[in-house]
């Protein structure tokens, strides 16, 4: 996957719930709990050790953000944050590097599915 065709790099100015100069919050096209969200490096990079320490300390910004705007709208009981690194799985935004915060809410599991490496049961 190149720039031209990254979901990361080509998304809707309407989606971004918050942004700052190296990243922004957009929603999760497929959620895995109500207000799944990703934080995205505005700049095409494939790798968390790739990033520079501005862009981490961006990241790690709106992550807090994020964090605290998901408490405010649906009162999780906590977060699932998570990454994957490079092309393990078959993910087509792998190559975009972005981080999850799934919120997790009292009585309901989290299905982590095959952008996690896992398979549901045949």
């Not at 031209?4 to 942004?19: A, Q, R, V, W």
């Not at 895995?32 to 990033?51: E, N």
């Not at 972005?98 to 919120?103: D, F, K, L, T, V």
């Amino acid at each position: 996957m190149t720039e031209n065709n990254c979901p990361y790099c080509h998304f809707d100015e309407y989606d971004i719930i918050d942004k700052n100069e190296f990243g922004a919050i957009l929603p999760e096209h497929h959620p895995l709990s109500k207000g799944h969200s990703v934080i995205i490096p505005v700049r095409h990079i494939s790798s968390f050790f790739d990033i520079s320490d501005k862009e981490r300390k961006s990241l790690q910004s709106l992550l807090e953000l994020a964090r605290n705007e998901l408490k405010m709208r649906h009162q999780p009981e906590g977060f699932h944050i998570a990454f994957n690194d490079g092309k393990v799985f078959d993910e087509d935004a792998a190559e975009h590097f972005h981080i999850h915060i799934i919120p997790r809410y009292k009585n309901q599991s989290l299905k982590l599915d095959k952008r996690w490496g896992i398979l549901a049961d045949q």
